[in-house]
């Protein structure tokens, strides 16, 4: 079997390693020949997401085909899904990579998210004071903080272009966990143990599993995160971000439609990685339930910390992963390192 992922970073990279332990070939789709996937497929595409007649070439290598980013254009994703089953559905991304049609589709389950407004002159002229401090999002686009500002009165936004932002307030944070979800072909589905996530300068410094919460909040994120996958008939890996308040009110934040950074430890502390689970889902394979093996700690290296790690000994217990980037800029993610508890 040959897969196709559009995408070409670390996601990518570890997808591919993942099929290869299965006898799975991949073909990489990328805009960009500096990525990480590259060097662990089998073959690689480099074109722009929009060249179509590139885009078909790569469709006649595969077999089946996913993504390993939410920002892939929906069109293209239309236009493969045509010719090729595209896992997940492209109707997902339709829905996800707007963050007002986003929270729109989770409030729709009865699932909480916080407090948010559409940036229009019709829902500010509504708006009271008390909504403030709240955090102004772009719709479309943005990760790791992009594209987010404080704004802590009615004034600052008067300058804001319409319709193409959405107003959260922000609320007396606590806790932040993920859950990853996997729904094979068959619709069983499986997810592993809520993780606990620690972000520093917006970016994801260091995840822990499980998460150090209670039982209630444990049961709720893994109903709602099930919940989700299965209201939007999705086949692969998702994860659901969640915020948790100073009153232990659960909350979704964000949904990724793939694999996920806080999902890397699962390579050493269960018994299947997040990146084998969405293989497995996508190229319709015999299903594994994860079970956890190892409590575990992942820190993520940014920029020229890579080279400290490059250059020293790892000890035991300790699993340190590179994503062989060329380029080590400030905030970029260059790998990660896994500590297991025995």
């Given amino acids: 079997m ?23 070939d991949t073909i990489i789709y990328s805009d960009f020949l500096d990525s990480p996937a590259v060097h662990f497929s ?25 993504y390993e980013f939410e920002n892939i254009p929906y069109e293209t994703l239309k236009h493969i899904n045509k010719k090729l089953k595209v896992f997940p559905s492209p109707s997902v991304n339709n829905i996800i990579q707007d963050r007002l049609t986003e929270k729109n589709f989770i409030n729709k389950l009865d699932i909480d998210t916080v407090p948010f407004l559409e940036v229009s002159d019709k829902k500010l002229s509504k708006i009271d004071e008390d909504f403030f401090p709240a955090i102004l999002k772009t719709r479309r686009m943005g990760y790791d903080g992009k594209g987010q500002s404080v704004i802590n009165d ?5 300058e804001i272009e319409q319709d193409t932002y959405i107003l959260e307030k922000k609320i007396d944070l606590k806790q932040e966990i993920s859950v990853i979800t996997v729904r094979y072909q068959d619709e069983s589905l499986f997810s592993y143990l809520p993780i606990d996530n ?13 998460a150090l919460i209670n039982q209630d909040l444990k049961l709720k994120a893994l109903m709602w995160s099930e919940k989700i996958i299965k209201s939007l008939d999705y086949i692969g890996v998702i994860c659901v971000e969640f915020f948790i308040d100073k009153n232990d009110k659960l909350y979704v934040n964000e949904i990724a439609p793939r694999v996920h950074n806080s999902g890397h430890l699962t390579i050493e502390s269960y018994n299947i990685s997040q990146f084998e689970s969405h293989v497995r889902a996508v190229c319709n394979l015999e299903k594994i339930e994860p079970k956890i093996q190892n409590e575990a700690e992942m820190l993520n290296i940014l ?3 890579i080279f400290k790690y490059r250059n020293q000994v790892i000890n035991d217990n300790q699993f340190f992963h590179d994503y062989f980037k060329n380029e080590a800029k400030k905030g970029r993610k260059m790998g990660h390192l896994t500590k297991i508890k025995n």
Avoid: W
Wanted: aromatic share 6%; glycine share 8%.
């Fill in 2 to 24: 040959k897969l196709g992922i559009l995408g070409g970073g670390q996601l990518g990279m570890m997808m591919c390693q993942a099929a290869r332990n299965n006898n799975i």
């Fill in 42 to 66: 089998n073959n690689h595409f480099i074109s722009d997401y929009n060249d179509l007649s590139k885009i078909d070439e790569f469709i006649n290598e595969c077999d089946v085909i996913t």
């Fill in 154 to 158: 009615l004034r600052s936004l008067t």
């Fill in 198 to 210: 620690t972000h520093k300068d917006q970016i994801l410094f260091k995840s822990i599993s499980p």
């Fill in 303 to 305: 920029g020229s910390d």
